[in-house]
């Protein structure tokens, strides 16, 4: 963990990531909108997984990555550092159009086979969800970061300087 993990605009946590590719995949993602990300172990793969160098490529090098050993040491880390846990989950009401997201959000996402448990989701202060169609259950979890973080950093450009 880097000490200025505190004062990035946004961070991107991946809750026990189990499919390298996702990963590498929203890592890069991460390198390219200059967000932060966290890992909370424990993953379902190495990191040096070929599959997740693969898909991260060499954009893994632009990335700041802070790991946790845990869930509980990741909650010791963002209670530190006072950040607001952003939960994205299919069991919420409120869109991400509508929430309002602010600087130094950790948005969250769960594992591609389980998402997060009842723990997670109580620690959370805010839980958005994608508007899908009717009988649609969920995206993939790089597609729905993708699309959440775009839309907080979208806003975080929108804000005038010292907002």
Not at 4 to 20: E, G, K, V
Not at 84 to 97: D, G, Y
Request: aromatic share 6%.
């Amino acid at each position: 963990m880097s000490p200025d993990s505190r004062s990035d605009p946004l961070c991107l946590a991946l809750y026990q990531p189990d499919i390298a590719q996702n990963t590498g995949t929203m890592l890069r993602l991460c390198a390219c909108l200059g967000v932060s990300a966290a890992i909370i172990e424990p993953a379902g793969f190495p990191t040096s997984d070929r599959h997740f160098r693969r898909s991260g490529m060499d954009y893994l090098d632009h990335v700041r990555i802070d790991r946790h050993v845990s869930w509980s040491a990741f909650a010791d880390w963002r209670a530190g550092a006072g950040r607001r846990l952003v939960l994205l989950t299919t069991k919420a009401a409120q869109p991400c159009w509508d929430f309002a997201f602010e600087p130094g959000d950790i948005l969250l996402v769960g594992r591609e086979s389980a998402g997060v448990p009842e723990e997670v989701h109580a620690a959370a202060e805010a839980r958005i969800t994608i508007p899908m169609q009717p009988g649609m259950r969920s995206l993939n979890v790089a597609v729905s970061a993708a699309i959440v973080l775009g839309e907080a950093v979208r806003q975080m450009r929108a804000r005038p300087p010292g907002d």
